[in-house]
């Protein structure tokens, strides 16, 4: 093979092997912004109080005759 074709080849190589780069880094980069929203989520909820369930009965403190 020529200087060309081997330029050529190499490129393509070259260009192969940095595309790969950027996806394992975009897939590296999303799956450390998902992890990092649930441990977000997660603090968050663990700083709201806890609200007891309240059973309110019908028509309790609302006028439905109104």
Known sequence: MDDFTM??????MDMKASQF???YATSLT???MDTQEELAVNEIQNLMP???????????FIDVYA
């Not at 806890?50 to 309790?60: A, M, N």
């Open 30 to 32: 999303k799956k450390v």
């Open 7 to 12: 330029s050529i080849a190499r490129m393509a």
């Open 50 to 60: 806890q609200v007891p369930q309240i059973q309110i009965p019908k028509g309790e």
């Open 21 to 23: 780069t950027r996806d």
